[in-house]
């Protein structure tokens, strides 16, 4: 066997002869720096996505515990009726979301500009908030019960006449 062993070490078929050492100088600082942009952007899109689903999840916990949710939906059961459920939800929610707000901004502007006491700046702040987030809401369920039969007359009308 020892004298095929040259044979096959010149083509290679044995694996005992020394492979040289090819220098590897293809290192391209480019598509580094393009890898490692695209890694931030989608650690950057993965937080943005996880504050967004905290902050909704947050909404929603929120609208459970103060029973907006549960007040529309036995609204929506005990008058059967969906809109009516969520003509509720609607008033309940923007009600209160505007309340909040008010109470915020009217403290933060009495802060700024030294008109009342704190307590009252947010006293006023939360009714004049709760009044016109009632309207609101109010509004929105009107718009909402007029723009429905609309949209069910045109997607009925899709269905009978397809394209």
Same mark, same amino acid.
């Given at each position: !066997?020892?004298?095929? !062993?040259?044979?096959?070490?010149?083509?290679?078929?044995?694996? +005992? !002869?020394? /492979?040289?050492?090819?220098?590897?100088?293809?290192?391209? =600082?480019?598509?580094?720096?393009?890898?490692?942009?695209?890694?931030?952007?989608?650690?950057?899109?993965? /937080?943005?996505?996880?504050? =967004?689903?905290?902050?909704?999840?947050?909404?929603?916990?929120?609208?459970? #515990?103060?029973? /907006? =949710?549960?007040? #529309?939906? @036995?609204?929506?059961?005990?008058?059967? #009726?969906?809109?009516?459920?969520?003509?509720?939800? %609607?008033?309940?929610?923007? +009600?209160? /979301?505007?309340?909040? %707000?008010?109470?915020?901004?009217?403290?933060?502007?009495?802060? @700024?500009?030294?008109?009342?006491?704190?307590?009252? %700046?947010?006293?006023?702040? =939360?009714?004049?908030?709760?009044?016109?987030?009632?309207? +609101?809401?109010? %509004?929105?369920?009107?718009?909402?019960?007029?723009?429905?039969?609309?949209?069910?007359? #045109?997607?009925?009308?899709?269905?009978?006449?397809?394209?």
């Amino acid at each position: !066997m020892e004298p095929i !062993m040259p044979i096959l070490d010149i083509f290679g078929l044995t694996g +005992t !002869m020394p /492979a040289e050492h090819v220098p590897d100088d293809e290192f391209n =600082l480019f598509l580094f720096s393009l890898l490692v942009i695209g890694i931030i952007a989608i650690g950057v899109c993965v /937080a943005i996505g996880i504050v =967004l689903t905290v902050l909704g999840l947050l909404v929603i916990f929120g609208l459970i #515990s103060m029973g /907006a =949710l549960s007040a #529309s939906l @036995l609204v929506g059961i005990h008058q059967k #009726s969906v809109t009516k459920g969520f003509k509720a939800f %609607a008033v309940i929610f923007t +009600t209160s /979301a505007s309340g909040f %707000a008010g109470a915020i901004v009217l403290w933060t502007l009495n802060r @700024l500009m030294k008109w009342w006491t704190d307590a009252i %700046a947010a006293g006023t702040g =939360l009714l004049i908030g709760l009044v016109s987030g009632f309207l +609101t809401g109010v %509004a929105i369920a009107f718009a909402i019960q007029k723009i429905v039969p609309i949209l069910k007359n #045109s997607l009925d009308k899709r269905k009978r006449h397809p394209r």
